[in-house]
Structure formats: structure tokens, C-alpha cells
């Protein structure tokens, strides 16, 4: 059963600030560090947000990845140092890449009433992240699959869906929906290594049980996923890929860096106003940084 999946569980991150909002994080984790070069995967919703609040993120920084918001429900205003201004909504990709440095606010709009979402990031190679500041739209065309499913390809290809949108290393990105008892085999790129999230349903993948909010992770060297809805409800997940990611990576609060201090110059960057930029419309103050840890922040690859 050397091909089975592995099973990584959630668990629940409250944001903080003034907001109610938790999330459910698979990556980073212990057991894996990074699926590709995703690195980052936050699933939140369905929330009620007039009991959460919503969504309320003052400017903050980023720099050594791209983020990735992807939305089931609700819609999410997005401002950025670039001068982007975009509506987040649901089966709409918005890539933003930190590169060198951005900051950005995201707040719920007052017509959202259950934000329903994931929030990812990709991991920028040594040689690329400190690439320009950028912010990319797109919206994939759904695609009917054989055997009861739709898909839709936001990054990378996969069953004939392209995207064009640009990223540093090969990536997959997509949603699926499988329709109940539905059973899809996809035809894979076998250098990729895969993470299943399943967002509704319970879903078997290469032979694995996953119940919701795991993530399933699949190494490289096999050609064909099949995925089974086990349930006689429509069910729902994000696929990720890519080939694996062989540099160390230090990740620290909003930033990726090689080094303790690459992160402790982009802290010291952000809490002096320099390299990130100003976000503008946004009514409040930018986020601090925390403190830095006492101890030196260690690299982390994909094996420990
Ligand atoms: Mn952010």
C-alpha cells in the first residue's frame, strides 16, 4: 500500500484582533512542512458572520510567497501597496505575489452574510522571491468530468483545463465537486506530489478514508488519482500539486525567508514603514508584528 494516502488533520487557529474567526490549518504541520511549493492552507466556514463578524484583516506584510483566495461563500473586499482593489468571490481566483514586499487588508463585505473559503500560499523559490510586487484575476470555466464531477482548474492543468495564470514552480490548483456515490479518476502529472482538502463530504482518495477538513497527501510517482464521494450528498474539495519544493524555507508570522535574518530585516522592514508600501482606503492601522522568538528560527524542508 505504498501508493495510500497520508492523513493530515486540522486543527483550529483562532485569527485574533477584534474578529471571532477560527480557522482550520493543515499546512504547515508537524508531519509536513510543504505540498509543492504550497506551504500554507487555512479552511474557515461556513460562518455565520453575524455571529463571527466576518472577516477584518488590517494592512499587513508579506514577502517570499503568493497568496491564494478562494471562495465558496461570501465575498471579501482586497486592497493591496500594488494599488489593486479587487472583490473576492466565489470560484474566482486572486493570486498576490509578495515577491521582495506587499501588504494588503481583506474585510468581508456588508452583504456577506456565511464566508465559506480557503486561504493558501505558495512558497517563492530563492531566485524569484524577491520578484516585483503583483496581483493576478482569474475565473476558471467549470468543466463536466465522466463519472459525475465538475472541476475547475485555477492554477497549473489537469483533465484538459489550463490556466494561464503565472507562477514561479509547476503548480495544480483546482475545486472539485463530485456528485453523490460519484467516483472520478484523474489523470495526474506523476512528478507532482498531491493534497486533497475535502471541504464537504467524505471522500476516498487512492484507497484512503478522508472526512472533512483533513487534508490527503499523495507522494510523487503515480499517474492516476481516483476519488470516490462516499456520501449521498454533493461533496466538495481542493486539489493542490506540484513537483516537490527541495529548498529549506523559514516561515514566520506573515513572511518567508531562508534565514533568521531575512525574517528578523523584514519584521524591522515592516514595523519601520520601509519595503512594503501603503494600502490605501483602508480605515484602520496597519497590524505590529509580534515579537520575535528568543530562540533563532530554524529551516524547515519537506523532510525532518
Ligand atoms: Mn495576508
Not at 499546512?27 to 506551504?39: E, N, Y
Not at 471541504?199 to 477538513?213: N, S, W, Y
Not at 508600501?277 to 515579537?291: F, H, I, Q
Request: hydrophobic fraction near 40%; charge should be negative.
Amino acid at each position: 500500500m505504498s501508493d495510500a494516502a497520508e492523513v493530515l488533520t486540522a486543527r483550529d487557529v483562532p485569527l485574533g484582533g477584534p474578529r471571532a474567526m477560527t480557522v482550520r490549518r493543515t499546512l504547515p504541520q508537524r508531519a509536513r512542512t510543504l505540498i509543492g511549493a504550497w506551504c500554507f492552507v487555512d479552511h474557515y466556514g461556513p460562518d455565520d458572520v453575524a455571529s463571527t463578524g466576518g472577516m477584518d484583516v488590517a494592512p499587513h506584510p508579506h514577502t517570499g510567497l503568493q497568496t491564494v483566495s478562494w471562495l465558496f461563500s461570501g465575498e471579501i473586499e482586497h486592497r493591496d501597496s500594488l494599488g489593486s482593489h479587487a472583490m473576492v468571490r466565489p470560484g474566482e481566483l486572486n493570486l498576490m505575489t509578495g515577491g521582495h514586499g506587499i501588504s494588503h487588508t481583506e474585510v468581508s463585505t456588508p452583504d456577506t452574510t456565511v464566508l465559506h473559503g480557503v486561504q493558501l500560499w505558495v512558497a517563492l523559490p530563492d531566485r524569484h522571491r524577491h520578484a516585483d510586487r503583483d496581483f493576478q484575476h482569474y475565473v476558471p470555466k467549470p468543466v463536466p468530468l465522466d463519472g459525475g464531477a465538475e472541476l475547475s482548474v485555477f492554477l497549473g492543468s489537469l483533465a484538459g483545463a489550463t490556466s494561464p495564470v503565472r507562477t514561479f514552480t509547476p503548480l495544480l490548483g483546482a475545486e472539485l465537486l463530485l456528485a453523490p456515490r460519484a467516483r472520478v479518476t484523474l489523470a495526474v502529472d506523476s512528478e507532482f506530489e498531491h493534497g486533497l482538502l475535502v471541504d464537504q463530504g467524505d471522500i476516498t482518495m487512492a484507497g484512503t478514508p478522508l472526512r472533512q477538513a483533513e487534508l490527503g497527501y499523495l507522494a510523487p510517482g503515480t499517474a492516476t488519482l481516483t476519488l470516490t464521494n462516499e456520501t449521498d450528498a454533493p461533496a466538495r474539495m481542493i486539489l493542490l500539486g506540484g513537483p516537490p519544493f527541495d529548498e529549506e524555507i523559514v516561515m514566520w508570522w506573515n513572511f518567508i525567508g531562508r534565514s533568521h535574518a531575512d525574517i528578523a530585516q523584514a519584521r524591522s522592514d515592516w514595523m519601520t514603514g520601509t519595503r512594503f508600501g501603503e494600502v490605501r482606503g483602508y480605515d484602520g492601522e496597519p497590524l505590529p508584528a509580534p515579537e520575535l522568538p528568543s530562540v533563532p528560527l530554524k529551516p524547515r524542508g519537506r523532510m525532518r
